[in-house]
């Protein structure tokens, strides 16, 4: 008998975990197993405000496919994926001809949402990949050394707008602000020269966070410098800056924005039932309709029936949805149960620079360094799960 074909789209946190864990559900005998992505390397999302703001080299975050996935197991092609032909079980790619698939696991991950603002692709910086980070660090750099180096310089060259105070926009705020006494030295610049504004529309930071930890957190940054505007939504992202709601605008040679996300064009692309571009998954993770087709990480929408609201996108709910996929797709190949997704939520860490984080974890609230610990052993977890003791070694960060 031919063996059927396993194709996995995106070497993200869902992707990479799927396909580590299929070889070990499956032998070489039972299926071929396709990964595509854009690069050839794997990237850490979770980590990519650090290089944004340059206080970790980007390759840090990032490691090539071949040194974590088997070879002789994975079949991998880099390229775009440019959307799933349903009816006809294919892939169409941008450069190489369509593949085709008996089981599909599509794990392409999310964009920035903008909410219908005007000017946000144009004028923000808002990708969350290695080349959209290692894009801000140097125009932030440019900033300061454009500052420094003119005759009679702007203020908003020093003008940092973040838009969004959820997870992404705190966490970068948080390694910027920490980062900027060293830039005010290497530019030899007066420190009162920077300002640094977080924009929320919504009436708090960190929606869904303890209160407690978010008022630790926002007096933390403000310390740093850092002005926040809650509950005032931006009209409008301009090339010079901002406009708010209430008419004001504030100039800036760089806005980030970072208000949260939807699931990849590639869902709509293709005809998927979605909600922002995530479709409500079956609780095998199947998208509704589909026998063959999973669905995971940011591209999906899963509830939570306690809270009776979508969990918002994670990585932790990515990997543990490639785990029950990599047992799902073994159950289908072998005319076995399938099994149902329910998320373990074991907590929520935000780093916020330096050897600062807020978390919860259980149901413990962590400050400070306990947080600052638990948040790097939460990233060298993920390495081990990947790649077991050397590239936890070798990507690892230090807890102290
Ligand atoms: P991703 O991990 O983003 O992977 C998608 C992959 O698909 C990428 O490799 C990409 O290159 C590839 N790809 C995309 N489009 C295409 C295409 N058309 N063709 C081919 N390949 C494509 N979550 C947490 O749980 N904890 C945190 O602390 C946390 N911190 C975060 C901090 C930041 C700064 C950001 C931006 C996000 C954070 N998140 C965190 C959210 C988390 O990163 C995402 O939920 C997670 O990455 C989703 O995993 P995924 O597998 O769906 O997508």
Redesign the pocket.
């Given at each position: 008998a031919t063996k059927p074909n396993v194709l996995i789209?995106?070497?993200?946190?869902?992707?990479m975990v799927t396909a580590t864990k299929i070889t070990k559900q499956l032998g070489h005998n039972d299926a071929n197993v396709t990964l595509?992505?854009?690069?050839n390397y794997?990237?850490q999302?979770?980590?990519?405000?650090e290089p944004a703001a340059g206080t970790l080299h980007h390759d840090r975050t990032r490691m090539p496919i071949d040194n974590v996935i088997d070879r002789n197991k994975i079949n991998f092609i880099q390229?775009?994926?440019?959307k799933i032909n349903k009816e006809d079980n294919t892939v169409s790619l941008k450069e190489n001809e369509d593949v085709e698939y008996d089981y599909l696991v599509t794990?392409?991950?999310?964009v920035p949402e903008t909410f219908g603002v005007p000017g946000v692709f144009e004028h923000s910086f808002n990708k969350?990949?290695v080349n959209g980070a290692r894009e801000m660090k140097e125009h932030i750099e440019y900033m300061f050394a454009r500052y420094h180096n003119e005759e009679d310089p702007k203020d908003d060259l020093l003008t940092f707008i973040v838009a969004g105070a959820g997870?992404?926009g705190i966490?970068?705020i948080g390694e910027l602000s920490e980062r900027v006494p060293d830039l005010c030295k290497e530019y030899d610049i007066p420190k009162n020269k920077v300002k640094m504004y977080v924009i929320e529309a919504a009436p708090t930071a960190l929606p869904g966070f303890d209160p407690e930890l978010v008022e630790y957190a926002m007096n933390l940054l403000e310390n740093r410098g850092v002005e926040f505007k809650i509950n005032m939504p931006i009209s409008e992202v301009k090339e010079d800056g901002v406009v708010l709601k209430d008419g004001e605008e504030i100039k800036s040679a760089t806005v980030v924005w970072a208000t949260g996300v939807r699931g990849?064009p590639?869902i709509e692309e293709s005809g998927f039932e979605n909600m922002r571009g995530r479709v409500k998954v079956d609780p095998d993770l199947r998208a509704p309709g589909h026998d063959n087709i999973f669905i995971?990480?940011?591209?999906s929408l899963v509830i939570n029936e306690e809270a009776d609201r979508p969990y918002p996108?994670?990585?932790?709910?990515?990997m543990q949805q490639a785990e029950t996929v990599a047992k799902n797709l073994r159950a289908l190949i072998k005319g076995e149960q399938l099994s149902e997704f329910t998320p373990d939520i074991k907590g929520?860490?935000?780093s916020l620079g330096g050897k600062e984080a807020i978390g919860v974890v259980g149901n413990k609230k962590l400050f400070g360094t306990s947080a600052n610990f638990m948040k790097k052993m939460?990233d060298n977890r993920y390495l081990w799960i990947l790649g077991g003791i050397g590239l936890t070694l070798k990507k690892g960060k230090n807890p102290f």
């Open positions: 789209l995106g070497a993200g946190y869902g992707g595509v992505s854009k690069h794997h990237y999302t979770t980590w990519l405000h390229d775009e994926v440019v794990a392409l991950g999310a969350w990949t997870f992404t966490e970068f990849n590639v995971i990480g940011d591209c996108p994670t990585a932790q709910i990515a929520t860490v935000a939460i």
